[in-house]
């Protein structure tokens, strides 16, 4: 019974991942090649210097890493080896 909520939430974890890699590899894709436009609509729009707008992008790529690693992918593999655990005492 345990084991079968465990299997639920790491599931969810998985599955949360692979949308926000899916949204992280998009965005960076994006950014690279629409790096000069979104940079002149920034200056204009906002008054940022063009260093300050490139130094808040990379801030927000390792931001959005880091969560997507720390926050939902280790807890995923940790759940991954407490269900093997789990499974592993249910056959002795």
């Given at each position: 019974?345990?084991c079968e909520k465990l299997v639920l939430v790491r599931n969810f974890l998985?599955?949360?991942?692979?949308?926000?890699?899916?949204?992280?590899?998009?965005?960076?894709?994006?950014?690279?090649?629409?790096?000069?436009?979104?940079?002149?609509?920034?200056?204009?729009?906002?008054?940022?210097?063009?260093?300050?707008?490139?130094?808040?992008?990379?801030?927000?790529?390792?931001?959005?890493?880091?969560?997507?690693?720390?926050?939902?992918?280790?807890?995923?593999?940790?759940?991954?080896?407490?269900?093997a655990c789990c499974n592993s005492k249910n056959e002795q």
């Open positions: 019974m345990c998985y599955k949360w991942f692979a949308v926000g890699f899916l949204i992280f590899t998009a965005v960076t894709i994006l950014y690279l090649l629409m790096q000069e436009i979104a940079v002149d609509i920034a200056e204009d729009l906002f008054n940022i210097n063009p260093m300050v707008y490139y130094l808040r992008i990379f801030d927000f790529l390792a931001i959005v890493k880091l969560i997507l690693i720390l926050f939902i992918l280790s807890p995923a593999l940790a759940l991954h080896w407490m269900i």
